[in-house]
Each structure stands twice: as C-alpha cells, then as structure tokens.
C-alpha cells in the first residue's frame, strides 16, 4: 500500500506559536533531537512540522496513528530530510522532503506499508492452493453449498460466494424452491439451483436423493448454513453427513442435526470438517460453553478424536483438531469478526480450498488464518466494530495473494 501527504505551513504561524506557548508548544510537537537541530530557527522548525503533518497525513485510513512528537524528521547523510517513527511502526516506510518559499514550508511525504508486514505469523499447516498458468474452472473444484431457508437466505450468498472468492472453479448452490428467486438474483457468480422443499423456505429429506447426485460430483459440500430447523431439514443433514462420498464442511444447523442424534457423530469420518462455536460444541458434547472455553484446545481435540473427525472450535485464537491428535491455533484475536454471518463466511472458505485440493486439516487451518486475517485488515481501518460479514468476501483473495506471493 502507498500513499502520499502534502501539508505547507507559513514560518510566521510557528514563529508565533513558539512566541505563545514557548517549550509548551516545542516538546509537544517536536523531539529532543530536532530541538537541538532547529536551535530556534523558525523556518526549520516549520519545515518539520509540515513534513510531520503530511505523514500524519499518509497514515490516514490505515488504522495506524503517531501523534507529531513520534514522527521524528532530521537530515540524513546527504543533508536531505529524514523521517523516523518513533514506536511500532508496522513495516511502514515513509520518505519525506521539504522546501521553503516566501516564507511557507511545504513538504511532501509518501508511505508505503508492505502488506505481507502487516500479517501475523502463520500456523505450520497454511497452505495456499496452487493456481497453475494452463489451469481452468475444472482444475479448481467444484463446491456444492447447501444453505438458507425463509428469512435466512444471507448465509446462503456468504457461505457459497466465500467459495468462490477463496478459488473454487464452480460453486453450486442449492436452495428451497421459494427462496430461490433470492439467491439467482444475489449470486450472480454462484450457480444457484432450486430443489424441492417441505415447507416454505425449507428444504427436507424429499430432496436427498437428489443432493447426494450432486454432491457425487463435486470436490467438497457445505451443509448447514442459515439451513433452518425443520425436522424433515435436520433428517436431510444428518443422513447428507453419514453417507455423502466427498468431503463435507458441517455448520450451523447442520451442527444442531448431529446434536440432536448423538450416536451419529462417531460415524462421521475424517473427511468430514466441523466448525462449531463454543456453545454449539457444548450442545454437541453435553458440556456447558464454559467448560469447553476453560481448555479450549482439550476440548476440540476429544471431539476429533471421538468422532474421527476435524474440529473448528471457532472464536479467538481458533482451536483446529483432527483425529490423530494433531492441534492448531490461530494468532489472531479480532472482535470485529463478532458479527452476524461471519461464520458462513468461514464455512465457505474452507470448503473452496478443499475443492482446490487441499486436505480436511490443511484447509481448516489455512481457513481459518485467512478468515481471521481479512477481519484483521480491516479492522485496522474501521477499528473493532461495524465489520459485516460481507466485508470479508473481497478481502479474502487479497489476504491470499499475499500469502501465494510469499507474505508468511
């Protein structure tokens, strides 16, 4: 990212600041060492405080913010201007010049911040998908995304457009009969398909048969999001998760029709990815959301390993399981993901990156950095709310383009 600031300031405006408020206004805007530098010369003095708001100028919109007494501005070995931060400054690299005229000082900054300085360290187990030069839609997958019911058809777009902006080559989206006007009209980019439903809105076991064709000929499905809670639904899950030959992302109401048939979780197998939050592990396991969140990473691996199965246990720090015991936590800490709909995002993530090839483990891990890397850039430049969950969808194939090009 680049940016660029210019300011100008008249000398006589410092001059007078400086004759007001003497060291009151000198040690708040400038450092011991320009002090010494200027030793009094207003003109100095202006030109450090121009080249000080234009760089505070840069940062503008960036999440990033040093006050004028932390941008420091000396000559360097060839006399011309230098800037320093004074603090973290987040691979920020900033030149600056300044010039006099009649006496006004105006300077120029220019900011550029490298993308890839801006990530958290990844977990061992992130890894992009590679993206061939001869490669087409086929090389990358296809997605079949069961989603939505009457009043929830958002998650439907998030989890199955997530799919495609994380690179699957074709998304499939099946949804109920009524909703489906909705969805062809929203996803554009996404193959919205009708099938059957049993009551409005509401997708039921009438249309098992039918999914399951479909989901022999895809690389992955995602089940479960905004799905509704119709009996005849949460039968059509369960089986879909018993008895589907790809592999699946479980979420949300998919999740709530393996709670409501215990003896079914250990069947699942380890092609199979669930993505709990705390209290829907809890209804999974008979525990409370306070005893899962009082050894989180315990928690989450009991669960792989029982139901032979890999395990997000979502929320900060995100706890990845799989049934060999193998273990992962994210780095990041994002209140801004604390939104409605973020969670299908994920869903949709991870299930495009195992239609690009990835295994169940991998694309949860690599899943859940990307999802929580987005927040994070963008949470810099809204601060830690007022992020929605379609936010993300652009951000994502940016957070990995960095990672491809080398960003860990």
Not at 23 to 50: Q, S
Not at 51 to 76: H, M, Q, S
Request: charge should be positive; include cysteine.
């Amino acid at each position: 990212m680049q940016r660029i600031g210019v300011d100008a300031v008249s000398v006589d405006r410092i001059a007078l600041a400086v004759r007001r408020s003497g060291p009151g206004f000198l040690n708040k805007v400038y450092t011991a060492a320009e002090l010494a530098y200027c030793a009094g010369n207003d003109e100095r003095l202006a030109g450090r405080w121009a080249a000080k708001e234009a760089v505070i100028k840069c940062f503008d919109g960036t999440g990033i913010c040093f006050p004028r007494r932390r941008i420091e501005v000396l000559p360097g070995p060839n006399g011309a201007p230098r800037a320093r931060l004074l603090g973290d400054d987040k691979g920020a690299q900033v030149e600056v010049s300044i010039t006099h005229h009649s006496r006004l000082a105006v300077a120029t900054a220019h900011l550029e911040i490298s993308e890839g300085g801006t990530m958290l360290p990844a977990p061992d187990a992130v890894v992009i998908p590679r993206r061939p030069k001869d490669a087409h839609k086929g090389t990358f997958g296809t997605a079949v995304v069961l989603a939505g019911s009457l009043g929830l058809t958002g998650a439907a777009y998030l989890s199955s457009t997530a799919a495609a902006r994380t690179g699957a080559g074709l998304v499939r989206l099946l949804v109920a009969d009524s909703i489906y006007p909705i969805l062809a009209a929203k996803c554009t980019e996404v193959m919205a398909t009708p099938v059957p439903e049993v009551a409005p809105g509401a997708v039921g076991h009438a249309a098992y048969d039918s999914i399951l064709r479909q989901l022999a000929t895809a690389e992955v499905g995602i089940i479960g999001p905004g799905l509704g809670r119709d009996r005849s639904t949460w039968r059509l899950a369960l089986d879909l998760a018993l008895h589907a030959k790809c592999p699946l992302v479980i979420d949300a109401d998919g999740l709530n029709a393996l709670a409501d048939s215990p003896r079914a979780k250990g069947k699942l197998g380890k092609s199979r990815v669930l993505t709990p939050h705390p209290g829907e592990l809890a209804r999974l396991t008979g525990k409370t959301a306070d005893a899962i969140n009082s050894d989180r990473t315990a928690a989450a691996r009991k669960a792989a390993r029982e139901w032979g199965a890999v395990v997000v246990l979502k929320g900060a720090r995100t706890v990845v399981a799989d049934p060999e015991g193998r273990t992962s936590e994210d780095p990041h800490e994002v209140p801004a993901l604390a939104s409605g709909g973020t969670g299908d995002v994920l869903s949709g993530i991870i299930g495009g990156l195992i239609a690009q090839g990835s295994d169940p483990f991998s694309a949860a891990v690599t899943g859940v950095y990307v999802h929580a890397a987005a927040g994070r850039r963008i949470s810099q430049r809204l601060g830690d709310s007022g992020l929605l969950a379609g936010d993300l969808l652009p951000e994502i194939p940016l957070v990995m383009n960095i990672l491809r090009v080398g960003g860990l």
